[in-house]
């Protein structure tokens, strides 16, 4: 079964409406079309084998070979917009997922978007927001590669290779992680209203950011309004 396949299963299994496709464009773009078009009753996913026109934050690209990697996107129907302290509050959602779930590995996020493995990227988040007329929805796009990644892009890594499985991940071994970063997104829910991130999230940012190794210089803080404070600069989250 494909990864797409098995993450739809679960997604119904939960309960949860999932929109399941063998190859689409850009699963954050068929969410937002969804939003703008459909009544939302509660929280859905999209999901694909592959993607032709994956996307990253501002111009930048996502790209990945068909069914290694986990490629969907959650559509949430919001009471009103979220704040734009929503991006780095998803990013530690998944880097605690993560962490959770494989505790030996060596994770950590480089702001404002990517999930990394030692010094290599696995993983990347995109968050938008819908706003029509009454409607207001967050989509939450998510790119992990977990049984491989593309061999050009020299920085990136796939989660079987580091736990050194060589293959043997079970088809299902990412569904744990999942089941985590889902209960964690709605745990956040009433976060993403906020405009202040809470003391513990600047504390658990600011050591997140520190464990990347590809960091040319340590971070002294993250403060309530996502500023990321280094010796002699400091730059917002939402400027990155």
Not at 4 to 19: A, M
Not at 82 to 95: I, K, M, S
Not at 124 to 147: M, Y
Request: aromatic share 10%.
């Amino acid at each position: 079964m494909s990864i797409g396949k098995t993450i739809q299963n679960w997604f119904e299994n939960q309960n949860v409406e999932c929109h399941y496709f063998e190859s689409i464009e850009s699963s954050n773009q068929v969410a937002k079309d969804h939003a703008s078009t459909q009544s939302l009753a509660g929280p859905c996913f999209f999901v694909a084998d592959f993607q032709t026109q994956g996307r990253g934050r501002g111009q930048n690209t996502w790209e990945s070979n068909p069914n290694q990697s986990l490629l969907g996107s959650w559509l949430i129907p919001l009471s009103k917009a979220p704040q734009h302290l929503t991006a780095p509050l998803l990013g530690l959602a998944t880097y605690d997922s993560a962490k959770k779930v494989w505790p030996a590995l060596a994770w950590s996020i480089k702001a404002p978007n990517d999930i990394y493995l030692k010094d290599k990227k696995i993983a990347g988040l995109l968050v938008e927001t819908v706003s029509q007329a009454d409607k207001q929805a967050l989509v939450f796009g998510l790119g992990f590669n977990l049984f491989g990644h593309p061999t050009d892009i020299e920085n990136s890594t796939h989660l079987n290779s580091e736990l050194g499985l060589d293959g043997q991940l079970r088809p299902d071994g990412f569904l744990p992680f999942l089941a985590e970063l889902n209960k964690q997104i709605l745990l956040r829910l009433q976060s993403f209203y906020s405009n202040k991130l809470s003391a513990k999230v600047c504390e658990d940012l600011k050591q997140a950011l520190n464990n990347n190794p590809n960091l040319e210089e340590d971070v002294v803080k993250v403060d309530e309004e996502g500023n990321i404070h280094f010796k002699n600069k400091q730059v917002n989250w939402t400027e990155l």
